[in-house]
């Protein structure tokens, strides 16, 4: 798990780099990835507190990261014409999220 995590993070800051020399992204856009990184710093937070959440809370945690990955995708489709590195790096986020379970 921590391999992965590790991955994530890495995949995270080629992201921040990304979006700092990308300049054709609408403010929205950007807020919304911004958005989506702080997310997940969020739960890998959790994740290496070891957090065990109550029965309710994980379901409600569930649902968040389900919501996650959905806005992470929605936002790969976003850029798939404009930005395909971009794109790329957000499907290589997903892909991180997948392995660790999230």
């Known amino acids: 798990m921590a391999e992965h ?3 994530l993070r890495t995949t995270l800051v080629e992201l921040h780099d990304q979006l700092a020399k990308t300049r054709e992204i609408t403010p929205e856009l950007r807020t919304l990835l911004s958005e989506l990184a702080t997310d997940i710093e969020r739960v ?3 994740q290496a507190e070891g957090q065990s959440p109550s029965t309710a809370a994980a379901s409600s945690r569930v ?4 919501s996650l990955v959905a806005r992470l995708g929605d936002a790969a489709r976003e850029f798939e014409d404009t930005h395909p590195t971009l794109s790329g790096t957000i499907g ?11």
Do not use: H, Y
């Open 5 to 7: 995590s590790e991955q």
């Open 44 to 46: 890998l937070a959790e």
């Open 63 to 66: 649902g968040q990261r389900e």
């Open 92 to 102: 290589s986020v997903i892909d991180a999220l997948g392995q660790m379970g999230i």
